[in-house]
């Protein structure tokens, strides 16, 4: 699966891009090309076991009761 926080713009809103660059909407940080192809599944990366990034989210995005739960 794809990053689903992945995104590639032409754009950071001031300045255009000659080519799409990838954005980390969890970080709202640009990355290296060599981060998004990880992202991309290149080297069969599991997001929800693998990516810090990825799981801090979807933590936060957790109510605490359900995280309680576990």
Request: proline content about 6%; some cysteine; overall charge negative.
């Amino acid at each position: 699966m794809t990053c689903p926080y992945l995104e590639y713009r032409h754009s950071d809103g001031d300045v255009d891009f000659d080519h799409e660059r990838p954005l980390c909407t969890v970080q709202e940080e640009f990355v290296s090309p060599m981060k998004a192809d990880i992202c991309n599944d290149r080297f069969e990366f599991e997001h929800e076991c693998d990516c810090e990034v990825f799981k801090s989210h979807v933590e936060e995005a957790m109510p605490e009761s359900a995280a309680d739960d576990d």
